[in-house]
């Protein structure tokens, strides 16, 4: 009797390990993009703190949607608006964001922030200096987005460009207007042969995107 009540727990567990493991894998799940819609929406034009405008999320969302992209980073987290699009786009990829931000108060309200949009666990958000976290990084990486100390661009590209996976992108925010590390970090990388480059105007202040087009 001993043997055949351990059998039928041992068959239980499995049912339940199995229900697990699908759970985990469901891609966007019910509600979920009416929950992220919804709160975007309601903090339209109260993000502070150098957060990207709502156009530029949007266009990160729709350019890891168009390339599939599941392994993403991002250097510099603010207070998670940005990173909100892209947790977003990755609960739809099956994918996950790394996002890197250096002030203990814009992280904490970042992850504040991430569990009210709905996106937490999509998200591995790390408290560090990205000068130090960056080159660390093991990748590879399918989409790398860039909105930290413009005049250390050219530096993480450099530190991350072996780590991008074939038609992977390396994105950069405020390249047009009044940045000029911007512009010149737009200058170098349209230098480099293994990446085409173009920019998203978005809400004006500009997003470059690099993608790998050879090994």
């Not at 266009?59 to 510099?76: A, P, R, S, T």
């Not at 480099?192 to 470059?208: L, R, V």
Request: hydrophobic residues 40%; charged residues 25%; contains cysteine.
């Amino acid at each position: 009797m001993g043997r055949i009540i351990a059998s039928i727990v041992a068959v239980i567990i499995g049912i339940m390990a199995v229900s697990v493991s699908h759970g985990q894998q469901t891609l966007n799940p019910p509600g979920l993009d009416a929950h992220v819609s919804r709160f975007l929406n309601n903090t339209r034009g109260s993000w502070n703190y150098l957060n990207v405008p709502y156009e530029d999320g949007k266009i990160l969302y729709d350019l890891v949607l168009k390339g599939n992209f599941k392994h993403i980073l991002e250097i510099g987290t603010s207070t998670g608006h940005s990173t909100i699009w892209l947790a977003w786009a990755a609960a739809r990829t099956g994918g996950r964001v790394t996002t890197i931000e250096i002030d203990k108060e814009r992280h904490e309200a970042a992850l504040e922030n991430f569990k009210k949009a709905g996106v937490a666990q999509y998200i591995d958000a790390r408290l560090g200096d990205a000068h130090d976290l960056v080159p660390a990084m093991k990748g590879p990486f399918d989409f790398v987005f860039c909105d930290a100390d413009k005049d250390w661009y050219i530096k993480y590209f450099r530190d991350l460009r072996g780590k991008i996976n074939l038609n992977g992108c390396f994105t950069a925010h405020n390249v047009l207007g009044w940045n000029s590390d911007g512009k010149r970090f737009v200058e170098y990388i349209k230098r480099d042969s293994k990446f085409t480059t173009y920019i998203e105007q978005g809400s004006g202040e500009g997003i470059s995107v690099s993608c790998r087009i050879t090994k």
